[in-house]
Every structure is written in C-alpha cells, then in structure tokens.
C-alpha cells in the first residue's frame, strides 16, 4: 500500500522501546503470555497482521511451528520482516504475502492456529474479521490474539481523542466484550477473554521514562531529535489513557468445533 503507516521511521522507533521486529509491547514475555499452554509443534500458522517479523521468529525458532504464513497490508513492516527472518536462515519455514484489507486470500481450513498480536484495531468490522478467521481455520482449529481495546463501545473521551490524534493512525477499536460476541456469532466454541490493562499500566510509564532517560539518545541517533520529542509526547497520551483504563490491551482464545 501507498503512505504507509509504518514506515522505516516508526519501524526504528518501535524496535528501540519494544525490541527488533516488535510494533507492539511486551516482545517475547507477551508472545509467551498469549501462548501459555498452547502448542505450535508442527502446526501451520496465520499470524495476521505480522509487522516488522519478531513474531514469526518467535514461532518458528521457539514454539516449533511446521509452517508460519505472516500477512500484512504495508509493505516496509515486510520488507523488514524478510530480512530479518532471511538473517535467521527460516526463510524456508517462515513466509510473508501483501494482502488488502477484506477477506483473506486463503482457501476454507487453511490453518491451524490463527494468531494476531494487536493488529485487529485496524479493521473496523471486527465482526466480519471473526468469520473470516473462522473460515481459514481447520476444524478443531484455535484462534489466539491480542488487541489495543476500548473500555466499552461509548464515544471517546477527550483525552482518547488527542491520543489517537497524535498517534496518527487508522484505530478502529472495539471493547473486549465486543470481540466476545463477535467471536460466539461466527462460530467459535471455548471463548475466553482476558483483560490485560493491569499489565501494561504497571510498563507504560516505565517505558517513557526510558524515552525520557537512557533510551533518549539511541532514540535521537535512530530518528533524529524531532521524531523523538513527537513520540516522548506520543506516550504521555498514551500513559493518559491506559492508566485512566480507557485504553486496554485485552487477549482472547476460541476454537473451531472439530469436525
């Protein structure tokens, strides 16, 4: 897609706080979190919405999936994911492809596991999205994701408002109770829901402070001294909103009934 929303500039940024190929928090420990008790070996896996790559290694190098197809609509996070999986020498497990927004490209029963690591606060339909993760999944299949969420469906308040302004991006959030119903409509069975506001308010703030402090300079050295004050002031939106609980990561699980 053209005018990117994650481009090499944000891609750099992202990967000082949260580590290489990460565009969201957490890196490993949250990867783990969201995957406690499940097992990838030898198992094809969607990861939608893959970003910059530190997922996929994570799931063929760690979690021993067979097979990871990562799926994203911009091409720089692909680009940086290529090269970094290449790096890895998992180009042969480990595979990437453009899509557009809509249904997936993929035939009925395609995967495994369907993964997704804050990615859906992009599509606004979440209810569609659901069927269509429903449909790519083999029966008995499981769907494990985590997403941006809304404390509930009301407009947003003022200070929402001026966080997503100043993050720039197309956010469509939804609230967890949402993606409940959602997932329970299109078919899924063994619905769980977790919120998980606790755990990034208590990381948050110690992330801006690392701006503020000893992340500041490798900051500056990355992408310049006014990219840097725009994301120092990004995260005091963002501390605004997560700490009042207007904004919060949640994590949920389904299943596809076995055939």
């Not at 928090?25 to 919405?49: N, T």
């Not at 893959?50 to 692909?78: N, Q, S, T």
């Not at 956010?171 to 409509?185: D, H, K, Q």
């Not at 110690?206 to 840097?228: F, I, N, S, Y």
């Amino acid at each position: 897609m053209d005018n990117a929303e994650y481009d090499d500039t944000m891609i750099q940024t992202l990967a000082v706080i949260w580590g290489e190929g990460f565009l969201s928090p957490g890196g490993a420990e949250e990867v783990a979190e969201l995957l406690r008790g499940i097992d990838l070996s030898g198992k094809r896996v969607l990861d939608v919405g893959c970003g910059a790559g530190g997922i996929e290694l994570l799931l063929a190098r760690d979690y021993g999936a067979a097979e990871v197809v990562g799926i994203d609509v911009e091409a720089p996070v692909l680009e940086h994911a290529r090269q970094l999986i290449a790096r890895h020498g998992l180009s042969g497990q480990v595979h990437f492809r453009q899509v557009v927004p809509g249904p997936l490209p993929f035939p009925d029963a395609s995967f495994d596991v369907v993964f997704s690591k804050d990615a859906v606060i992009h599509i606004p339909d979440k209810e569609a999205w659901c069927q269509d993760m429903f449909r790519v999944l083999r029966p008995g299949g499981l769907l494990v994701a985590s997403d941006w969420m809304r404390v509930d469906e009301s407009a947003p308040s003022p200070a929402m408002l001026a966080y997503m302004e100043a993050e720039g991006l197309s956010f469509r959030m939804g609230s967890l109770p949402r993606y409940g119903e959602a997932l329970r409509a299109a078919g899924f069975v063994s619905v769980e829901l977790r919120d998980r506001n606790a755990w990034y308010q208590s990381l948050v703030r110690a992330e801006l402070e690392q701006m503020r402090g000893p992340l500041r300079k490798t900051l500056e050295a990355a992408v310049g001294l006014e990219e840097t004050a725009r994301n120092i002031a990004l995260w005091e939106h963002l501390c605004a909103v997560v700490e009042s609980g207007e904004l919060r990561p949640g994590h949920f699980r389904a299943s596809k009934p076995a055939a």
